[in-house]
C-alpha cells in the first residue's frame, strides 16, 4: 500500500466501534472469568454483579440477582465500545494510531488500565477493601487484558477498517 494512503486513511466509524468494541468486551469477559475463577474461584456470575455495582452498589446488584448479572454484561460491553469510540475518535486526529497499530494499541491499552483503575473504579459504587494487598500477577494480569486484549485489538480494527472500504453496489446492466 503507497505511503500517502497509509497517512491519510482514516478509520471508519462502524466496524471500529462496534465490532472493535464487541469483540474486546468478549476478550475482557473472557480473561476475567478465567483468570479470577482460576486464581480465586469467583464466579461469572459474581464478576458481572461487581461491574453492576459500580452503577447500583453491591447489595443492589446481589438482590437483582440475574439482572444485576445481565446489568453487569451490559455495562461491561458499553464500556469496551466506549474504549473503541475514544481510539476511533483519536485516531481520527492522529494517524500515527493507524499506522502503528501495535504501538499506539499498547500505549491506548496502558492508558486506559490506569483511567479505569485510578479514576473510573475508585469513583463507582463498587466496595471498596481497605485490606487489599498489592499483587504483581493482577497487575501484570490487567496490563495484559488492557494491552492485548484491548488495546491491541481494538487498533487493528481501526486500521483494518481504514483500508477496506465499504463494498460498492454492482454496476447496472
Given at each position: ?171 447496472s446492466a
Amino acid at each position: 500500500m503507497p505511503t500517502s494512503v497509509l497517512t491519510t486513511a482514516k478509520p471508519r466509524a462502524f466496524p471500529t466501534i462496534v465490532w472493535g468494541g464487541l469483540l474486546v468486551g468478549f476478550l475482557d469477559a473472557m480473561d476475567a472469568m478465567i483468570y479470577f475463577g482460576l486464581r480465586s474461584g469467583v464466579t461469572p456470575q459474581r464478576i458481572f454483579h461487581y461491574i453492576a455495582s459500580g452503577l447500583i452498589g453491591i447489595r443492589s446488584s446481589i438482590a437483582l440477582g440475574a439482572l444485576g448479572v445481565a446489568l453487569g454484561i451490559v455495562l461491561h460491553f458499553v464500556i469496551a465500545i466506549g474504549a473503541a469510540t475514544v481510539y476511533y475518535l483519536v485516531a481520527l486526529k492522529v494517524p500515527l494510531l493507524i499506522r502503528r497499530p501495535f504501538l499506539s494499541g499498547t500505549i491506548f491499552g496502558l492508558g486506559l488500565y490506569f483511567f479505569m483503575n485510578r479514576i473510573v473504579v475508585p469513583l463507582s459504587a463498587v466496595p471498596k477493601n481497605p485490606n487489599a494487598v498489592f499483587s504483581w500477577i493482577d497487575l501484570l494480569s490487567g496490563f495484559f487484558a488492557h494491552i492485548v486484549l484491548i488495546g491491541i485489538p481494538i487498533a487493528l480494527i481501526a486500521r483494518y477498517s481504514a483500508h477496506v472500504k465499504p463494498s460498492q453496489p454492482p454496476p447496472s446492466a
